[in-house]
């Protein structure tokens, strides 16, 4: 995916709510779509991963949903806190072979979450 | 748990100057790779090695080049730098097998003058 530069979209909750960060995909041939977190100066952090064989996995706070019908994926964060705010990035793996491992990231969201 | 380590982590240089960026892997991790990120961009897949052979490589330019050596760190090198190459640098690194799972450095800022 292409992001749009300066202008990530962004979603602001208040803290307790339940958070929802979606991502359109393009390769249908990736075996891995996977979500990372990453707060200001730092790398990105691994969250979660889901294989293309599933629609739904759960992780500590966190669920993620794969629609492959329409090549959607999204992150749910339960309960967010103001620790939870950062940029989330989706993406997915190369087609397979030494490519497996490219990764290719989506447009990033910024999660803000009010006190 | 230990992380992956870059160095250094602020890097200065003047056009047309050469840079070398080292990672050094999360232990038994032999996959290592490396993403440049522009200043609101997602991070952009460069090369990659795998038991210190380079596994697939991406939008890097010929003025850049990359290695990893025996003890599965890394280091990329790049030539005659741009003003354009100002980004930050990232390297991950995963187990053998797990690709799906890359842990990123802290990544090293350069800023070509």
Redo the contacts between chains.
Sequence with gaps: ???V????PTLSVQEGDNSIINCAYSNSAS??F?W?KQESG?????II?IRSNMDKRQGQRVTVLLNKTVKHLSLQIAATQPGDSAVY?CAE??PGG???????????TILTVHP | AAG?IQSPRHLIKEKRETATLKCYPIPRHD?V?W?QQG???????LI?F?EKMQ??K?SIPDRFSAQQFSDYHSELNMSSLELGDSALY?C?S?ATGV?????????TRLTVT
């Design positions: 995916g292409e992001s530069g300066l202008h990530l075996d891995y996977i990372y730092k790398g990105p952090q691994f991963d990035f793996t190369g030494t490519s497996y491992g490219k990764l290719t990231f989506g447009q990033g | 992956v996959t790779y993403y200043p609101g961009q997602d991070p952009q897949f990659s795998y596994s697939d991406g990232f991950a995963s690709a799906s799972e890359q842990y990123f450095g802290p990544g």
